[in-house]
């Protein structure tokens, strides 16, 4: 049985990852969004909608990316 990257548990029902080059097998959705989710570069909170672009750096809304 393969083993969770983020936590290291068997998973029993093993979720496949692959986003931008980081791939990996999780035990849970939590696990995986907190190894591949993007990250706001303000206030460093896990992006689970839809992101905001300001240049490279992603946002996890408009008031964190300083353009409102
Ligand atoms: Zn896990
Ligand atoms: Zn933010």
């Known amino acids: ?13 093993p979720i496949s990852v692959d986003f931008e080059g980081k791939s990996g097998i999780y035990d849970s959705f939590e696990c995986a969004i907190h190894d591949v989710a993007e990250r706001c570069s303000h206030c460093d909170c896990v992006i689970l909608g839809h992101a905001v672009y300001a240049g490279e750096a992603p946002y996890c809304c408009e008031h964190c990316s300083g353009r409102s």
Do not use: I, W, Y
């Open 1 to 13: 049985m393969q083993n969770c990257n983020t936590c290291g548990a068997p998973a029993q029902r």
